[in-house]
Protein backbone atom coordinates (compact mmCIF):
# COMPACT_ATOMS: atom_id res chain seq x y z
CA UNK A 1 0.00 0.00 0.00
CA UNK A 2 0.89 3.59 -0.95
CA UNK A 3 0.68 5.60 2.58
CA UNK A 4 -0.23 9.30 2.14
CA UNK A 5 1.61 10.78 4.16
CA UNK A 6 3.76 9.96 6.97
CA UNK A 7 4.18 12.88 8.47
CA UNK A 8 1.15 13.04 11.19
CA UNK A 9 2.85 10.16 12.34
CA UNK A 10 6.09 11.76 12.65
CA UNK A 11 4.21 14.54 14.58
CA UNK A 12 2.65 12.51 16.73
CA UNK A 13 5.64 10.05 17.75
CA UNK A 14 7.74 13.43 18.44
CA UNK A 15 5.23 14.29 20.90
CA UNK A 16 4.15 10.62 22.20
CA UNK A 17 7.84 8.96 22.67
CA UNK A 18 5.93 5.51 23.42
CA UNK A 19 3.70 5.46 19.91
CA UNK A 20 6.87 5.69 18.19
CA UNK A 21 8.03 2.04 17.74
CA UNK A 22 4.47 0.80 17.50
CA UNK A 23 3.90 3.65 14.67
CA UNK A 24 7.03 2.94 12.88
CA UNK A 25 6.08 -0.48 12.89
CA UNK A 26 2.48 -0.46 11.53
CA UNK A 27 4.19 2.12 8.94
CA UNK A 28 6.51 -0.27 7.29
CA UNK A 29 3.86 -3.06 7.22
CA UNK A 30 1.37 -0.66 5.85
CA UNK A 31 3.64 -0.60 3.46
CA UNK A 32 4.48 -3.66 2.40
CA UNK A 33 0.86 -4.84 2.14
CA UNK A 34 -1.05 -5.87 -0.33
CA UNK A 35 -5.15 -5.66 1.29
CA UNK A 36 -7.65 -6.19 -1.72
CA UNK A 37 -10.35 -5.80 0.73
CA UNK A 38 -11.47 -4.83 4.19
CA UNK A 39 -11.68 -9.01 4.54
CA UNK A 40 -8.13 -9.02 3.81
CA UNK A 41 -6.54 -6.29 6.44
CA UNK A 42 -9.03 -8.25 8.79
CA UNK A 43 -6.57 -10.97 8.17
CA UNK A 44 -3.52 -9.19 9.57
CA UNK A 45 -5.72 -7.07 12.22
CA UNK A 46 -8.58 -8.32 13.33
CA UNK A 47 -9.11 -5.91 16.54
CA UNK A 48 -9.11 -3.65 13.69
CA UNK A 49 -12.58 -1.30 13.12
CA UNK A 50 -13.78 -1.34 9.95
CA UNK A 51 -15.92 1.52 9.70
CA UNK A 52 -18.13 3.60 6.81
CA UNK A 53 -16.73 5.54 4.24
CA UNK A 54 -13.67 3.25 4.04
CA UNK A 55 -12.16 3.95 6.78
CA UNK A 56 -10.29 2.09 9.61
CA UNK A 57 -9.59 2.72 13.30
CA UNK A 58 -6.19 0.99 14.46
CA UNK A 59 -5.79 0.21 17.96
CA UNK A 60 -1.65 1.38 18.72
CA UNK A 61 0.38 0.27 21.62
CA UNK A 62 -2.10 -2.18 22.96
CA UNK A 63 -5.20 0.19 22.32
CA UNK A 64 -3.85 3.29 24.20
CA UNK A 65 -3.72 5.42 21.02
CA UNK A 66 -6.36 5.38 17.46
CA UNK A 67 -4.75 6.02 14.10
CA UNK A 68 -7.87 6.18 11.76
CA UNK A 69 -6.99 5.71 8.13
CA UNK A 70 -8.55 5.64 4.75
CA UNK A 71 -8.08 2.88 2.28
CA UNK A 72 -8.48 3.33 -1.61
CA UNK A 73 -8.50 -0.86 -2.11
CA UNK A 74 -8.45 -0.09 -5.90
CA UNK A 75 -5.36 1.97 -5.85
CA UNK A 76 -3.67 0.68 -2.89
CA UNK A 77 -3.48 4.04 -1.32
CA UNK A 78 -4.08 4.62 2.44
CA UNK A 79 -4.76 7.97 3.67
CA UNK A 80 -3.75 9.02 7.32
CA UNK A 81 -6.85 10.95 8.92
CA UNK A 82 -5.91 11.11 12.56
CA UNK A 83 -4.23 9.55 15.02
CA UNK A 84 -4.40 10.51 19.30
CA UNK A 85 -5.61 9.29 22.62
CA UNK A 86 -8.85 7.92 23.43
CA UNK A 87 -10.33 11.46 24.41
CA UNK A 88 -9.25 13.08 21.71
CA UNK A 89 -10.56 10.50 19.52
CA UNK A 90 -13.84 10.79 21.42
CA UNK A 91 -14.08 14.48 20.07
CA UNK A 92 -14.20 13.49 16.75
CA UNK A 93 -16.67 11.58 14.12
CA UNK A 94 -14.53 8.96 12.39
CA UNK A 95 -16.43 8.58 9.56
CA UNK A 96 -15.84 11.78 8.46
CA UNK A 97 -12.46 12.43 9.59
Do not use: C
Not at 34 to 39: A, F, I, K, T
Not at 54 to 79: A, E, H, S, T
Amino acid sequence: MRVISRKPLVEFWTKHEDAGEPLRAWFREAQQADWNSPDDLKKRYPSASIISRNRVVFNIKGNKYRLIVMINYDYKQLFIRFIGNHAEYDRIDATII
